[in-house]
Structures are given as C-alpha cells and as structure tokens.
C-alpha cells in the first residue's frame, strides 16, 4: 500500500496557518493542517471559535476577528490534525507527529511551518518566583478560561502586549498596582528616526497611544523609565515584593502576581531543527529563517510564514499565510504564474502598509539591556538553573558558542530545549567575547523537538518495520 | 492551597464543569481548562519543585515552551499541564523534583 503524500502539511492553525491551509485548498490541493491546541487560532486567537469570557469588551474586536479564520477553515475538506506536536521533520519531508501519547508520520511534497511566535525570555532576578508569568500567559488564561491572577497585580516590562493586557485586565474589573514601563527612554529618540513608517501607519500607533491614555485616565499607576527590575519572594516561596528604580529613587510595591513582557520573537526550534539558514534580526533582537519573497528556506519545499518568519503580527500572518500557499498551489501545477502574480499584487500592498510600522514598534520596544544581558545571580536556563554569572565564568575558561557553554554548564539541555534561554544564553557570550552574535550562533537542535516517551519512540519505529 | 492564591473566575460562557482532584482536593475546573488552568484556579501555587535545587516553580508561559507546569496527573509524572485538558476525575499532583519511574516501567526496565 502506497502512503498518501499531502500536496501541502501546515504546522500550526494560527492566522498564517489557517488562511494558508484554507487558500491551498480552495486552490484543489490535498492539504494537512497539524497543531498542539485543541481548538484552532494559535495564540492570539486562542479559543476564539469558544471564548470563555462572558463578556466580549473584555477581549475586543481584534480578538473576535480571528474567528472568520476558523470559520473559512471549517469550511474547508482540510485534515485537520488538533492536539498534534510535531516533533521531526525528515529531509524528505517526512514529519513525526505526536498525538494522544502514540507517534505516526506524515508524508509531504511541501511544508508550511507556520508555528508562530514565543514571548521573548525576560530575565531578572526573582523571575522563577510562582506568582510571576508572561503577559501572554495571563491573556491565554483570559481567553480560554476567563481566568484572571490574583492581587495585588503589577504588570512590568515593554512593548504593546504589555499595554493590551493591561487594559484587557481592567476591564475585566481587575484591580492593578502598577504598570511598570522598562522601555530606555533613549528608544524614543532612536525610534524617531522611523518615525515617518510610523506616522504612515498611523491606524496601528493610534490605537497604541489609545491604550496608553485610556490606562493613564483610569487612574492606573503607569510608571514610565524603571530600571534594575527584581522580585522577591516571602516565606511561603512565593513573589511578594517586585524592587526597581525610577528616576533615581529604588521603590518597592508588594504583589501577589506580577506579569511581564519584552516583546515576542519567532518560534525556530523547527527551521532550526531541520538546519534550515538563520539570520539575526538587529531591529527585533532575535533570529529568524532566511526566506524569499514567497517564504521558501534554505530548504528547498520547505515554507514559512507568519510571526515564524520574522515578527510581523496577526494580519500580516493571515496575509502571508495566503501567498505562500498561492505559491505552493503553483510549484504543484495548480495555479500559474501569472495568475499567483495577480492574486498576490493587491495582499503584498496591504502587507506594505502593514510592515511600514514595524522598523518604529522594533527600535521603540528594543528591550533594555538589563534583559538581554541579565546580571550574574540572574537564572537563565530555568530548567537547569544556570545563571547568567555562570555562562560568563565558562565564556571566561574558553567556551566560544552555546553548544560549548551548554556542555560545561548544562543550559540549555533540559525539557525546554532551550526556548528559554538560547537567546539571553547567545548575547551573554557575544558580549564577553566583544563579537557580533552571528559569529556566537545558537544551539543545534535536535529531534525530538519536544520531550516523547522513550516508548512512543519505540512504538513508531517497530510500526515502521512491519511496513 | 490557600484562598488568596487563586485565579479568579470572570462571568463566563457555560461551558460545563469538570470534576478534578487537585492536591487531594475535589475541585469544579470549567470543560476546556487546561490542568495548568485548573491547577492556578485551584491555588496549587507552587505546583512543582525543580530536580536540581527543590525550587518552587508555577505555571509561567501557558503555550508549550517553558515547561514549567510539569505536573502528575493520574500517576503520570511530567505532564505538560497546558498542554493538557482537564477529564473527569482526572488526579493531579505537584511534580517534585525530578520524574520517578512508574511500576508499569520499574517492571519494564527490571
């Protein structure tokens, strides 16, 4: 029995993998679309086809948007696979996927990886303390659970997420402390020089500043230019006290949660585990797949697009996701080129006037030193509790990348494969070594891509014997 | 788990209850609930201790990256908890420390 060969496997139902897998479709392609969650959206529309929230002020119009995706999806004869984790992708575009504890594989002529974003890793010390989570983690639990932390609350770090579930929480009746802005006041000037893309995309500033004014006429503390952020925990184990300073003064405020945010960067532990090329992003302070105008790798039938590619937002993923499966349905002798070239014209003019913010919001929300070179008692692999002191001794006995560090040190080598700390990991050796951290690099990852019984494993490869 | 350490529940859509044992404890989580969901709507805060130094740690990204709500559920020791939804009847501990081999696999490996 031959194995059925999709024309197109999508990794992740977000606004990029949704709208691809629904275009490749519509176009006559036999489309698989895999994803961890049990429901459709990815993150930023998470739970959107069942909200938890009562009430639809709390979360706002650009949330509920995303449920025309799934809508499109539904109506599609895609296979969809929910609760899915793919954990190898073969050269030959073979995928090993998880689901309900067994593993089976996939055959594919193209791949999308459309896995999307992960919140940037924001180390300081006291940030392993229970009580202390990412913005986005708390907006998850708003969206699928109407769940809300517990107070006194104070949220900390930078960028628009930071400002959006502060605002979220408000009106969801949570009382808030503080909302402690990290943003280096020198951003603002160095921003200004994109302040033209900016003023061009006017749309998207305007409901930025909305937020900020809204939050400030609520009589919300906003404290703007904090700096030397740290949490403290009482005897309990648990955060009690959030220290920082301010315009020269150290203050304290005490919480039972606090939640911070430096911003997201692309998902890559596939690209890179398939050793797809990588570039550092200056402007966004992160790595992301090299790909060409369609989002083709190095890797030749191998795509990306959305936040994965490079962090554009959710719009501009729906509408990428679209292109690139127009160039798919075209590489299988479903569409040609003249016709790609015409439905793409109009999508990559909204997508221009999409990006044209983005160089403004990248230099503005640049995260602050401190957080990207954390001071030394600061844990960075929080799997293995490595600190950031720790990564500059062995730099200082000779370790030159993080491969080296993460043999001596062991970060980087616990269950979360270094999601958490190969970015902070990288820039602390770049910096001791004084060299650009292209020449640092990152870890090699490995499948599986996410920890897997050592039975499953077993399962599948004696499945595959009897083939 | 102690009252003040809870995630408070908005005004929802009825999704229907889930009954859970959380820390020996029978706990109404809401269908669709994650376990890491349940578990800071419980108030299980520490929910884990960290093979290395005992640490407490608690649920921190909620999307599959950090691993930090690894929990036992239903005599299985590292579960993702957000990458998991609450059943009925469904026992969830706190993982401490590192994972421990299950009777299942002690026989398996003797």
């Keep these: 029995m031959s194995e059925r060969i999709y024309d197109l496997v999508v990794v992740g139902a977000g606004p990029a993998g949704m709208a691809a897998a629904t275009t490749a479709c519509q176009h006559g392609l036999d489309v698989a679309l895999l994803d961890e969650q049990a429901a459709p959206g990815g993150q930023i529309y998470r739970s959107v086809g069942k909200p938890a929230p009562a009430d639809t002020r709390v979360l706002g119009p650009d949330y509920y948007y995303g449920r025309k995706l799934v809508d499109a999806l539904q109506h599609t004869q895609i296979d969809y696979f929910s609760s899915t984790t793919v954990w190898d992708i073969s050269s030959e575009r073979v995928l090993s996927v998880s689901i309900g504890g067994h593993s089976r594989t996939l055959r594919a002529a193209k791949i999308l990886l459309a896995t999307g974003a992960q919140e940037r890793p924001v180390p300081f010390p006291g940030w392993t303390l229970p009580g202390v989570m990412s913005c986005g983690a708390a907006q998850i639990l708003l969206k699928s659970s109407a769940l809300t932390p517990p107070g006194p609350l104070v949220l900390a770090g930078s960028g628009p997420l930071l400002l959006l579930i502060a605002w979220q929480l408000h009106k969801a009746g949570v009382s808030i402390s503080a909302v402690l802005d990290t943003t280096p006041s020198s951003n603002y000037f160095k921003a200004l020089r994109h302040g033209l893309g900016a003023l061009r995309g006017w749309r998207m500033l305007f409901k930025g500043l909305g937020y900020l004014v809204s939050l400030r006429k609520a009589g919300i503390n906003m404290l703007s230019g904090v700096t030397k952020l740290s949490a403290d925990a009482d005897s309990s184990g648990r955060v009690a006290q959030v220290h920082f300073q301010q315009r020269g003064h150290s203050r304290v405020i005490n919480c039972k949660s606090l939640l911070v945010h430096q911003g997201v960067v692309p998902n890559v532990q596939l690209t890179r585990a398939m050793d797809a090329r990588h570039l550092w992003h200056e402007q966004q302070q992160c790595w992301h797949p090299q790909t060409d105008s369609w989002g083709e790798t190095s890797i030749g039938g191998v795509f990306v697009a959305g936040d994965s590619a490079g962090i554009g937002g959710a719009l501009a993923a729906e509408h990428f996701g679209r292109l690139t499966a127009w160039q798919v349905a075209c590489q299988q002798g479903r569409l040609g080129s003249a016709e790609r070239d015409m439905l793409a014209r109009p999508v990559r003019q909204t997508l221009n006037r999409l990006m044209v913010i983005r160089p403004f919001l990248d230099v503005l929300y640049q995260p602050a030193v401190e957080f990207l070179l954390p001071v030394d008692e600061t844990i960075v692999c929080r799997c293995e509790e490595v600190s950031a002191g720790d990564i500059r001794r062995f730099v200082g006995l000779g370790c030159s990348g993080p491969n080296q560090t993460k043999a001596f040190s062991r970060a980087g080598m616990g269950p979360c494969q270094g999601r958490m700390c190969g970015l902070t990991v990288a820039q602390i050796i770049a910096a001791e070594r004084n060299v650009a951290i292209d020449q640092v690099g990152y870890y090699t990852i490995r499948a599986p891509i996410k920890p897997l019984c050592l039975g499953e494993l077993a399962s599948l490869v004696s499945h595959g014997d009897k083939q | ?110």
């Design chain 2, 1 to 110: 788990m102690q009252h003040d350490l809870m995630f408070k529940r908005l005004a929802n859509e009825d999704g229907g209850t889930v009954l859970v044992e959380i820390d020996g404890a029978t706990f109404n989580a809401r269908a669709g609930d994650t376990v890491a969901a349940a578990v800071l709507a419980a108030g299980m805060i520490p929910s884990r201790t960290t093979p290395l130094s005992g640490s407490s740690r608690a649920p921190y990204c909620m999307m599959g990256v950090c691993f930090e709500c690894l929990v036992e559920v239903d005599g299985v020791p590292n579960v993702q908890g957000c990458m998991t939804l609450v059943a009925e009847g469904m026992k969830i501990l706190p993982q401490t420390g590192a994972r421990y081999l299950s009777m299942a696999e002690q026989e398996m490996y003797s």
